[in-house]
């Protein structure tokens, strides 16, 4: 770990933060504890479950094994950020519409990584969707529920939108 903490600017969900941390502390850790960003979760901290999965511009990353230093000034997007005024993406809504969760845990981290891949793909087949989320566990089961949530949305104009 880094001897001493510095200043850090954050550009999180559109919004500007500037964090004292140390620069090697993983970005799950400052978005969950200062910025009360806790949507992001901690799964295994080793990168392999992708429940602390964030767009760091627009590709998706582990942020428990991504340095705050290394995203200093690059746009960041957790769950939090993807609704628009309020109103959930159409993948949001997909995934309540084919009930895509079950204890929730691995969602948020399954909705970011989906919107990464109906943003470079706009009309994913399930095969497709399969292989992009490969890096994403669900313990409870649900991955056929969730391969249709993201085949739902794609059939709706709003992700080419942005989701």
């Known amino acids: 770990m880094a001897d001493t903490t510095s200043s850090i600017e954050l550009l ?3 919004k500007t933060h500037t964090v004292d941390v140390y620069p090697d502390t993983p970005l799950l850790w400052v978005l969950r504890d200062d910025l ?23 590709v998706p990353r582990r942020s428990c ?13 957790t769950i939090e950020g993807l609704a628009q005024d309020g109103r959930l993406t159409a993948l949001q809504n997909a995934f309540i519409e084919k009930d895509a969760m079950q204890c929730a ?7 970011v990584t989906s919107t990464a891949l109906l943003r ?12 992009f989320l490969q890096g994403n566990i669900c313990r409870c089961g649900t991955h056929t529920r969730i391969i249709a949530a993201v085949r739902r949305a794609a059939e709706t104009t709003e992700i080419s939108k942005g989701a």
């Open 105 to 111: 845990y691995c969602t948020s981290g399954f909705l």
């Open 65 to 77: 094994q991504t340095q705050v230093g290394s995203v200093a000034g690059k746009p960041i997007t």
């Open 120 to 131: 470079t793909n706009p009309h994913p087949s399930a095969q497709e969707v399969a292989q």
């Open 12 to 14: 999180v969900n559109g």
């Open 36 to 58: 009360d960003l806790t949507g992001t979760k901690y799964g295994c901290g080793e990168g392999q479950c992708g429940a602390c999965t964030v767009l760091i511009a627009g």
